[in-house]
């Protein structure tokens, strides 16, 4: 039987686009310091850091040994997690598997990316095998649009329901103190004017590059006891890998995630209890790099039906003030760290879960909430967490 | 008191190529030996549930198990299942050059029964479609790259059979 781990500490840096102030050692250290003071906790405290970084962006070698200090690393056990847009994901996994197990009491997760200093499709453009089907894609947005142009033959989705997407991220992000893109969009048509990127996919329809980080304090069940009256408790967590880059993969001829996102949210749904994932979760963050991307997710998490995801989204249903919100921070569409993205659908689910995400604090009462992650090489990774176990 | 000067941020720019030499191993150097010697793309099948393993190698992803030396040559037509374009250009690091507008994109399913992801010579985006019919055209001069040595894929006119 694992031990209960507890999240007890949350912080995040402002999010921005640019930040010539600073490296990337010093970012990451804005964040951990304000999980720190949240977990009203020294580095000392701190017994193994995991942290999570995509190197190809950056073009940074091994980050995490020359950012030991601000990470309040040396002297600790830990160690850095690179795997694609679930990097985060699998870092607060692995932090979570180190007090699970009982090898520490307390652990730190953090995760950052500094998009301001290469070229971030090019970097994952280089992604695919290194030497295997270059040219063929160009980059997360040709990824994207593909499955863009397949849903919306396949489901009935209009680019009206894609703006709808943005429109509820952008009111999210709005009310949210840390996110990125504040646009302050006053309706769909404003959207719908966006010039396009890579057909179907808009500049809107797409999430921004980021500078920012994210950390988060884990503790064990005797620690959470002692410091928090407020623990979020990590019930569990899921990782289902796929074939990288292949379309046809599994019998799914578009190349979408559906396989590893059908697989995960059935295991996890299955083994936690949850035969109505909208009705017995209360919220979700999850991953969603493009407006059309979110669509998808909602059926592909098994939050609705096959082809109605566009419907949720029409219906109002994932809205702050929705029956089921999902992504009330602003989500990826509005703050995109890549190493940080997930930890923070980790921590901005958490913080719901606590009653302290402010004003984009969703109407409904949260005891149970879900943050997943997806990336290259169609990884799914979901962490479900609850007010109490 | 004296105002403290602001401080100037200072970037280091870096821009210097970096080679590589990648081994393309036992399974996929035939892909790129074929592509190189006979423009053909080749691949093996697993030994157990008989499916494509594409790109060749050498663990069957659904069986867990050596996928075996049952090579099998692709059909160089098929049909566009998904597509997109530029409109925005984009740097492919690998070929270090620009892709700019519209640079037609496409998951092909190949005759043969594999999905394949590559470029569409057709220009006129208002003539992409689905389930238009496609053929591969090589380079001539390829670059040893295996799949990437195609061009693009042409978009053909079938006589209809049984009229």
Redesign the interface.
């Known amino acids: 039987m694992a031990n209960r781990v507890a999240i007890v500490g949350i912080g995040q840096t402002f999010h921005k686009s640019k930040r ?2 600073v490296n990337q050692a010093e970012m990451a250290n804005e964040a951990v310091r304000a999980a720190l003071t949240d977990a009203q906790l020294g580095s000392k405290d701190i017994e193994a850091v995991v942290s999570s970084n995509m190197e190809p962006f950056e ?1 940074v070698y091994l980050p995490d040994h020359w950012m030991a200090s601000e990470m309040a690393a040396c002297g600790k056990s830990g160690f850095k997690v690179a795997t694609g847009g679930t990097s985060g994901a699998s870092a607060v996994v692995e932090a979570f598997h180190l007090i699970a197990s009982g090898l520490a009491s307390t652990s730190l997760v953090v995760g950052f990316q500094k998009h301001d200093t290469g ?1 971030t ?3 994952m ?2 992604c ?12 997360a ?2 990824e994207f ?3 863009a ?2 849903y919306m ?1 396949k489901s009935g989705a209009k680019e009206e329901h894609a703006a709808m997407v943005r429109l509820k991220a952008d009111r999210g992000a709005c009310r949210n103190p840390y996110a990125q893109l504040k646009l302050g969009l006053k309706g769909v048509e404003e959207i719908l004017s966006s ?7 808009r ?1 809107l329809d797409f999430c921004p590059q980021t500078c920012g980080a994210c950390a988060l304090v884990l503790a064990s069940e005797e620690i959470a006891g002692k410091i928090t009256r407020k623990p979020v408790w990590i019930a569990d967590t899921i990782t289902v890998h796929q ?1 990288p ?6 019998g799914d ?3 979408l995630e559906t396989y590893s996102q059908d697989v995960a949210s059935t295991k996890l749904y299955k083994r936690n209890g949850i035969t109505n994932p909208r009705k017995d979760i209360d919220m979700a963050e999850i991953y969603e790099p493009s407006t059309w991307e979110e669509m998808m997710h909602y059926e592909h998490y098994h939050f609705c039906d096959e082809n109605e995801g566009w419907k949720l989204i029409e219906k109002g249903i994932t809205a702050i003030e929705g029956e089921f919100p999902v992504n009330p921070s602003g989500g990826v569409l509005s703050t995109n760290p890549i190493g940080a993205t997930p930890v923070i659908r980790v921590a901005e689910a958490a913080l719901q879960i606590r009653g302290d995400a402010g004003e984009h604090q969703v109407t409904r009462d949260v005891k149970t909430a879900v943050a997943t992650a997806l990336g290259g090489c169609n990884w799914t990774t979901m962490i479900l967490l609850r007010r109490s176990l | 008191m004296e105002k403290e000067p602001t ?1 100037e ?1 200072i ?1 280091v720019k ?1 821009d210097t190529p970096r080679p ?1 030499r ?1 081994s ?1 191993g036992k399974y ?1 150097g035939k892909l ?1 030996k074929e592509a190189r010697d006979r423009k053909k793309l080749v691949t093996n099948r697993c030994t157990k549930c008989k499916e494509l393993v ?2 060749p190698q050498m663990v069957c ?2 069986c867990k198990v050596e996928a075996g030396q049952d090579w099998v040559e692709m059909s160089d037509k098929g049909t566009v ?8 250009p ?6 270090g050059e620009y ?1 700019s507008s519209p ?1 037609p ?3 092909v ?1 190949l005759d043969s029964g ?6 569409l010579e057709e220009q006129d ?1 208002k003539k992409l479609k ?1 389930g238009m019919r496609v053929q591969a055209v090589w380079k001539e001069k390829g670059r040893g ?4 040595d195609i061009e693009y894929f042409r978009t053909i006119e079938e006589l209809e059979v049984g009229k």
């Not at chain 2, 299942?81 to 925005?88: A, K, S």
């Open positions: 010539p102030d073009g070229d499709q090019a970097g453009t280089a695919m095998t290194p030497v295997f089907g270059s040219g063929a894609t160009t980059g947005i040709s649009a593909n499955q142009l397949v033959e010039g396009y990127l890579e057909w179907p996919i500049i074939e880059f292949r379309a046809g993969s599994f001829p578009t190349g | 401080q941020y970037q870096i590589y990648w393309t996929l790129y594409y790109p992803g659904r299942v998904q597509y997109t374009y530029l409109i925005f984009r740097w492919d690091p690998h070929r892709y640079y994109s496409a998951t399913l594999l999905y394949l992801r590559s470029r985006t689905r790259r295996g799949q990437d």
